[in-house]
């Protein structure tokens, strides 16, 4: 799996583009990386483009992904508005929303990226937030 995380170019959120496989592992390697940056910047919310990776997890593991992985962290926005990005014909991040959403985590798939980002832009400030809007590459600290 590879990863990247920056803000999108209006600083209106954050956008973490994923390739390869995923695990809940890796998916809180960057859930925690983006939220730190996105607690930095003052943005909560977040488009995820997994159009070119994959979810390995087994129901369970989603299952403990959503219920104590993500729930638990401290260092995660609970209340932050996501939008996942996903290839049409992939399947195997519907359980994932189906258990986050259960969890009370605010995530929702779509197959159209334009969707996805009205989403995470509906009832959120005209301007960016205060702070730079930079980029991270993972590693970078």
Known sequence: MAY??????????????????????????????AHALGQQLGIDCFLVDVTEARNTDTVI???DFAYHDMSEAPALMFEARVAVLVSPGDHSHDFVEVVARNAGLNMTLFTDRDQAVQHLLRDAPASPPAGEAGSHQPGAD
């Open 4 to 33: 990247t995380i920056t803000p999108a170019p209006d600083g209106r959120y954050i956008v973490i583009t994923v390739t390869g496989t995923i695990n809940r592992q890796t998916a809180m390697q960057y859930n925690l990386e």
């Open 61 to 63: 593991d989603t299952y």
